[in-house]
């Protein structure tokens, strides 16, 4: 890595991208993967064989450029979403990491800023760099929660022009109240900032939790973000999209790569949209999981959070360090996040659950003093 570093000092790259490590969890061949939050269920085959057809058809004319402004797969996502949103107020492009990247490019840059609180999805900071974008850095309570009010007084004293709410947040996995989002976006008024809550985990929320997708009408400044990377277990098809007022999705257009949606990836989701039911019948499964997951942890004396999303935040542990490496060991990769004495966990089938909660309890078991229980 020194050399590495070394040689890339020698590049005349700009001053606030120089000692930044790129985004990137450990890619380890190991029996059980858990540290991404991917969907590990496998495709339905009934789904793959539409996909395949679909990008088949789609591959006979990929000499011509693809549809510019994917205007079928807008208008599914329109439909799959609901709340009376139409086509113009959908926009997509490869993951939701590009949509966001995409809205940095528009509405942030040199001499604006993006504000989001920490812990949260480590890309934020790293798409800041990018766009060339200051990075500020709210502040959570003692347990990672945020509140309206604080998040709001927050906003209003830093006047950010962009405001990120991860909701289910990353890594903490817990759902924003709808009332901080309606804080935030008051609070952003004067600033006009761009209000976006980043919901890529929204469709394995606990039963209640509602989606920033109600709040929309009126609010021309608010951008919800999703994904079909997580619950339609479509991580490798790289497909993000938004819901906000049209003239977001205007506003992106001036930034966009031109055809940046590839006529394979437009096929890909088409096809998938066709099939929501069947995508998503795994997700009660994961959410059977997750909670599995809550309550043995709960019962090993550990700490989990509320998960509103596939995978559980936890903490208690005396050395995470240690634990991260005796899981991996034992042929489970969970993520290390960086929060001392925590630890991330997706989520994952019954079997990598079960291979997951074995390992970390004979972790615990071994750990523990003599004579008392783990």
Known sequence: MSNQLERLAKLPLRENLRG???????????AVLLNVNENTHPLPASVSRAITEDVAAAAVSLNRYPDREFTELRERLADYLGHGLTAENIWAANGSNEVLQQILQAFGGPGRSVMSFPPTYSMYPLLASGTDTTYVAGQRGTGFELSAASAADQVAAAAPNLVILCSPN????TALGLDVVEAVYEAGQA???IVIVDEAYAEFALAGTESALTLLPGRERLVVTRTMSKAFALAGARLGYLAAAPEIADALRLVRLPYHLSAVTQATANAALKQVAALLATVE???VQRDRIVSELTRMGLEPAVSDSNF???????????TWQGLLDAGVLVRDVGIPGHLRVTAGTEGETTAFLEALEALQSASAPAGHAS
């Open 191 to 193: 600033s006009n900032a």
């Open 20 to 30: 930044i490590e790129p985004y990137g969890a450990p890619q380890l061949d190991v």
């Open 312 to 322: 559980v935040f936890f903490g208690g542990l005396e050395h995470a360090g240690r």
């Open 285 to 287: 499964d994961i959410k």
């Open 170 to 173: 990353n890594p903490t996995g």
